[in-house]
């Protein structure tokens, strides 16, 4: 059933480059003379004003760098790639800056055919030694490192002929191939007297890139604006028809989450996303929408529900005991707390890759999943192989049943209540619950969680700051447990290692936020990425989301298997040919268009 819907969403083996295209599984489904993409309408007029907006601030337009704070559209919206990404597909791309992409047998080389139109905003073409320059900068100590961790792998970077760039790695990853073609290109000439300057270029030089869009007026912290480029190179490439057909792009940045909603209902903004269930049903009863000048759309989606919570830091002593996170996570009174913020309507994300065909099945591990977990059985944290389930909850405030599992697990772990205080080995126990300022959903969260540790003795405090010192103190691994969200995708890769590799329990600026250090880890995503065949790559997959979901790292809450978008009744997306991925990157504002 699970490989059905896998091979439908058109995975198989091995990586494929037909020229105009290259997927990770398969064949691309688009062929060579495809007009535009499934989800985009090529009819879709031009104009309009979107208006965003967003809880926060910046102090950055440069994406690419790790100073400062950037608004997180510009790294789409702003830039372009050697190839785009169509999200109807699990993981493929088309070409874009580039006309044609080739792998050879061995899948160890990659080149890339420059598009002879393609060119910058201020009119000059798209070299060869823009891309290589890109590529080079983006492995520098400064860079975001996003990008830094494939810098290591490519053994060589070179012009073939005219047009071409060739990129030649140590050993066959097919989807490292992929990923050397969605990197931002950018303008080198424009750093030839001062390179170190794109480093320092966060509200001033910014890049000159090739995108439809570019950044035209900005405020620092309060709104950044983007006009679409008439002149755009790209705007007849089938990959674009019908596509970022809106003129201006305005993203406002407000201190709260109040104060966002607001000024949507004022009318000063055309859309809201919605990520509350009870909000969603509540809230969005004002007159314009009962008048129906504001729509609420719902747009459902087959992505994995990645994982969203309370990230425990097991760098600290007292998360490095699996016992005491899962005391953490037995004494979160899920069904309470959904109910309070949702109406009890969420489905709770129980793994990693929940609501996709690449979650952990329920139940003791079988076959090649069972395999491979068997050679780290004696060292794998109960529930890995047998099965593990959250806790359930009665929904009551008291929550004693999870209380007092809480208690024997911290008991066994060497804790005692001494005057109504959790004391352990380094005395009272007490932590911060790091979030950032401006979310009252995940302040509420947070408040009635601690309400509930207090009953275990333990004194835990949140800590709101602003979303700078937030990025700083993450990166950094500087908190106890901290609100964090991971997405995850339908085709996972080399991202993997970022997000739970080893290199990154120690190393700052990686997304192992809890400082996961588990071999089986590494492992599991070695047997992925080299998987031969689909089975092979769900199994990895599955064992991976079995030792994470085990590890206990997270106390996670709910996922919303649709999104909720509420919109100007003029801004209009084709509702007949969602992408797979739903309300995700590429969607909104890409794919919409004002009708009127």
Known sequence: MILATMAGLGIAFPVVADGHGIALYGEPALPSDYTNLPQANPDAPTGGTFVDGQVGSFDSLNPHILQGNTPWQLRFLAYESLMGRAYDEPFTLYGLLAERVEVNDEQTQITFTLNPAAEFSDGTPVTQDDVIWSWNILGQAGANGRYRSAFSKVESVEKVGDRGI????????????????????????????DESAFFRSGLNNIPITTAPYVITDFDPGRFVE??????????DLPFR???NVIDTIRMEFFGDATA????FKAGELSTMRETNAAKWARDYDFPAVRSGDIVLSEIPHQRPSGMTGFAMNTRRDLFDDWRVRQAMIEVFNFDYINNVINGGTQPRITSYYSNSPLGMEPGPAQGAVADLLEPFADSLLPGTIEGYNLPETDG????????RAASRLLEDAGYTVENGVLTGPNGPVTFD?????GSSEVQSIADIYIESLKGLGIDARAVAIDSAQFTDRVTNYDFDMVWYQWGLSLSPGNEQLAYWGPDGVTAPVSRNVM??????????????????SQEGYVAAIRALDRVLTAGRYVVPI????????????????????????????????DVWWFEN
């Open 166 to 193: 060739r990129f030649t790695i140590g050993a066959p990853d097919r989807e490292l191939l992929m990923t050397l073609g969605f990197r931002p290109i950018m303008k080198s000439a424009q750093y030839a007297d």
């Open 226 to 235: 983007l006009s679409r480029n008439e002149d755009y190179w790209g705007a």
């Open 241 to 243: 028809r019908g596509t």
């Open 260 to 263: 966002h909603f607001e000024a």
């Open 396 to 403: 009551r405030a008291s929550n004693r049943k999870g209380l």
């Open 433 to 437: 619950i790091l979030v950032q300022t």
């Open 515 to 532: 400082g996961a250090d588990d071999p089986a880890i590494s492992e599991m995503i070695d047997a992925m990425l080299n998987a031969d």
């Open 558 to 589: 709910w996922h919303n298997p649709v999104s909720w978008i509420a919109h100007d009744k003029a801004l209009t997306y084709p509702a007949d040919r969602l992408p797979i991925y739903g309300d995700w990157i590429g969607f909104q504002p």
